[in-house]
Structures are given as structure tokens and as C-alpha cells.
């Protein structure tokens, strides 16, 4: 692979210190380096994709613009300013032209629908005249949307290192209704809030979604009873009671390989973490003690989890193994500290924070080291999700009063923060990994 001959390479800068993500030209094209320097976003010419429906190409493009455009990372041209307004795949650019047009990175596409939807994309170095990335891809054409997101992912890949996010989807709790009555129902929806579907009536209260690390199956917690309680299922199939005989278990999370589900168990006063099988069987109690324990998570490797408790009199976030046992407190910071959740990466645990009067979304090394808070408000914000690649962060914020609340990103440097249109109120956001 070559390396975008640019003068400056892709900085993303953080005031107060550097967070260093470094990339080599072996892997990928553009060196994304964390500094204190001024960030600049990658200009990136995408023409419309060739295809026999024009109007289908001019929207396939655009979808993909819009992908990398909320990146943060890439800022694509107008394509009414760029020396060809159609891609073509076939043929070598004419890179005098485009590097006149001040055009770094090119993509070239093509894409037709029959009994499948097919795309061919080429990503071109225009300083160095040399083709990057050079594929094709297929997808059902009852969601065609989702070809233009493999693209995305695979201009995201070859340009800055590291693996995409956009062929993923977020289930959540979409709510409907005036406040007093609002109607909560689980949905699921593309990363990009097309294509919502319910996955629950909204007749019991159901809240906290966890997706599995299939994409397939789902752990929740349901009133459906009367008491909340944890269920399982396929992505909208029967739902199953993960245990029974517990009065009330909550805050489920699934185990790397998908096949234990960790929660919490609330009985006499105290509340601790219990481990379950997916299917089902006898839980194994992991935590002990008259403290509050919940909101368990596993590490990437399934040796750890973190979780939150108030055992040292406020909530913060613990370390402890998978197993249970001894756990070691991390967050040492003003406030509480709530939702701890471990970055798919390993490297990070994204958590609420409640102090000085605002809510902050932030993450830490798993020693407790390198604190940054990603985001800060008045309103109640909450409930991070990340990425499958580790790179964003989703979560919730409620502007109180008659609103309801809605899912909002931002990047592990704090920047780029922005709404994401789920058509409705939403709360509650679980990300998906990478769909096969």
C-alpha cells in the first residue's frame, strides 16, 4: 500500500494532553495521530456511482458521503465542484486533473440492483497515482441501503487503519407518548437511523437492550411480570426468562462469546452480580455483601469484569475476574461514576459521570489511568455503547421536562458530537458488531 503524499498527516487534536493512535503506511493510508495540533478532516472526492438507474447511484454515493461525513474523520466534496460527477471503475483516473481539484483520496463506484445489489469501488491516491483499495461487494436488495455502509466501511478501513462501524445497528428503547404515558418499545434501526423496525409491543415496560456479539440475540430486562426481570431472545423472536425464582434481576450483558449473560440480582436490601448461561441453567453468584453491584460488563478476553457498586459509600467502578472475588476500585475522580462499559478494543471503559451538577459521558484505561471526559451537560445524559471499533462512542441525554430523550455520538478524543436521528424519542442504545 502507498501512503497519501500529503503534507500534514490526519491529526485529530485533544486539548490538555495527547492520546496517541498511530497507524503504519503497511496498514493503512493516512496516519491518524493524536496531538495537541488542530484537527483537520481528510478531503475526499466521491463522485456519484456509475449505474444504469443514475438517480440509484447519485443515492448510493450520497449515503456514503454521509457515512464518512459523520466520521468526523473525512470531509467529502461537493460533488458539483469535482472534475468528473460520475465514478468510473473501469478506467485509471486522470490524476492531474484531480490533484488540480486539490483531490488527495479518490473513490470510484459503480452499483447496480437485479436479484442482488452489486458494487464495485476503487480508492485511488491521487498524489501518488496508485489505486488503494480495489473490490466488489454484494448485498440482499430488500435493504440496499446496506451496500453503500459495506463501502463506507471499507473506504473507512483503507484510509485510516482501522476496522469501519457503519454496516451495524443500534437496538434501543424507542419511546413514544406524552411523558406521563409513555409507551417504551424495544426497536432496532441501522447505524445511521434508517431502517427502524419494534422488536416488542411496548404492553410491559422493557428497558436496558444488550445486544449479543452475534448480532443476533438480545438480553433485556422486562416488567412483564411485575417485577423487572432479565429475558433473552432472538432479534424479535419469543423471549425467554434467563432465571427464575429471583425477585427482581436487571442489567444483563452477554460474555464475549456470547454464551453467559451477566446481571444483577436484587434481594433483602443488597443487590449483587450473578452469571447465567444464555440458554438458561443455574446461576453462579459473583459478588457478595450488602452493597448495590450492578451494571456488569466483561472485558474483551472474558477474564474481567467491571462493573458498579456503592460498597465504599458512593457509586464507582470496580475491576474484578470473571469469576468473582476480590474486585479493585478504579474511578477515583469527583462524583459518581455509573454504566461502566469495556471498549471492544480492550484499551478503554466508557462510563457516566455525575458531578458538579452536570452528567458527563467519559472513558479511562482499565487501571483507572488517563481519564478523559468525551462530552458534559446539564441535561441527564447516560448509557454509553461503543463501536465495534472502538473509535465512538453512542449514549442517551434528556432534556427533562416534556422532551424525551434521544441517542447522541462522540469520538474517544471528544470531538465530533452529534444527534442521531431515530425517528422518536430513544434511549438505552446497544451497538452491534460489524454484520457479516
Same mark, same amino acid.
Given at each position: 500500500m502507498t501512503l497519501i503524499t500529503r503534507r500534514n498527516a490526519l491529526k485529530l487534536g485533544v486539548a490538555g494532553g495527547a492520546l496517541a493512535l498511530t497507524t503504519h503506511a503497511s496498514q493503512a493510508l493516512v496516519e491518524i495521530v493524536v496531538t495537541g495540533g488542530n484537527f483537520v478532516p481528510l478531503p475526499i472526492a466521491i463522485p456519484d456511482f456509475a449505474s444504469s438507474d443514475a438517480a440509484f447511484g447519485a443515492e448510493i454515493a450520497e449515503i456514503v458521503r454521509a457515512n464518512l461525513r459523520r466520521s468526523g474523520l473525512f470531509s467529502p466534496i461537493d460533488p458539483a465542484s469535482l472534475p468528473s460527477r460520475v465514478g468510473d471503475v473501469e478506467n485509471e483516473p486522470d490524476f492531474a486533473a484531480w490533484r488540480g481539484a486539490s483531490v488527495d483520496a479518490l473513490v470510484m463506484g459503480s452499483v447496480e440492483r437485479?436479484?442482488?445489489? $452489486?458494487? &464495485?469501488?476503487?480508492?485511488?491516491? *491521487? &498524489?501518488a497515482a496508485a489505486q488503494v483499495v480495489g473490490k466488489s461487494y454484494q448485498t440482499d436488495p430488500?435493504?440496499?441501503?446496506?451496500?453503500?455502509?459495506?463501502?463506507?466501511?471499507?473506504?473507512?478501513?483503507?484510509l485510516s487503519g482501522g476496522t469501519g462501524y457503519f454496516d451495524t445497528r443500534i437496538v434501543f428503547v424507542s419511546e413514544s407518548?406524552?411523558?406521563? /404515558?409513555?409507551?417504551?418499545?424495544?426497536a432496532i434501526m441501522d447505524a445511521d437511523g434508517f431502517n427502524q423496525q419494534f422488536l416488542s409491543s411496548g404492553k410491559a415496560l422493557t428497558l436496558g437492550p444488550k445486544i449479543? +456479539?452475534?448480532?443476533?440475540?438480545?438480553?433485556? *430486562?422486562?416488567?412483564?411480570? =411485575? /417485577? +423487572? &426481570?432479565?429475558?433473552?431472545?432472538?432479534?424479535? =423472536?419469543?423471549?425467554k426468562k434467563l432465571i427464575n425464582n429471583a425477585p427482581m434481576s436487571f442489567a444483563p450483558q452477554f460474555s464475549p462469546d456470547g454464551g453467559t449473560v451477566v446481571f444483577s440480582v436484587? /434481594?433483602? =436490601?443488597? *443487590?449483587?452480580i450473578y452469571a447465567a448461561g444464555a440458554g438458561g441453567g443455574a446461576p453462579?453468584?459473583? *459478588?457478595? =455483601?450488602?452493597?448495590?453491584?450492578t451494571s456488569p460488563c466483561f472485558s474483551p478476553d472474558g477474564s474481567r469484569i467491571c462493573f458498579e457498586s456503592d460498597r465504599g459509600g458512593s457509586p464507582q467502578i470496580y475491576i474484578m475476574s470473571a469469576g468473582g472475588g476480590g474486585a479493585q476500585r478504579i474511578s477515583f475522580g469527583e462524583g459518581t461514576y455509573s454504566t461502566p462499559v469495556w471498549a471492544p478494543t480492550g484499551d478503554f471503559i466508557a462510563y457516566t459521570r455525575q458531578s458538579g451538577g452536570q452528567f458527563h459521558i467519559g472513558i479511562m484505561k482499565p487501571d483507572g489511568s488517563g481519564e478523559r471526559i468525551? !462530552? !458534559? $451537560?446539564?441535561?441527564?445524559q447516560e448509557g454509553p455503547t461503543w463501536a465495534p471499533n472502538g473509535r465512538v462512542i453512542m449514549f442517551s441525554r434528556d432534556p427533562g421536562g416534556d422532551a424525551g430523550p434521544g441517542l447522541w455520538t462522540v469520538d474517544i478524543w471528544g470531538?465530533?458530537?452529534?444527534?442521531?436521528?431515530? &425517528?422518536?424519542?430513544?434511549?438505552?442504545p446497544s451497538w452491534s458488531p460489524l454484520r457479516s
Open positions: 437485479g436479484g442482488q445489489v $452489486s458494487s &464495485q469501488v476503487r480508492v485511488w491516491d *491521487t &498524489q430488500d435493504n440496499y441501503r446496506r451496500i453503500a455502509h459495506i463501502v463506507s466501511d471499507a473506504i473507512y478501513a483503507s407518548g406524552p411523558k406521563a /404515558n409513555r409507551v417504551k418499545r424495544l449479543g +456479539p452475534n448480532g443476533s440475540s438480545l438480553a433485556f *430486562t422486562s416488567y412483564e411480570d =411485575g /417485577n +423487572p &426481570q432479565v429475558y433473552v431472545s432472538g432479534l424479535g =423472536g419469543q423471549a436484587s /434481594n433483602g =436490601g443488597a *443487590t449483587n453462579v453468584q459473583l *459478588t457478595s =455483601g450488602s452493597a448495590i453491584d468525551l !462530552s !458534559s $451537560s446539564n441535561q441527564v470531538r465530533n458530537e452529534q444527534s442521531i436521528n431515530a &425517528q422518536g424519542y430513544a434511549s438505552d
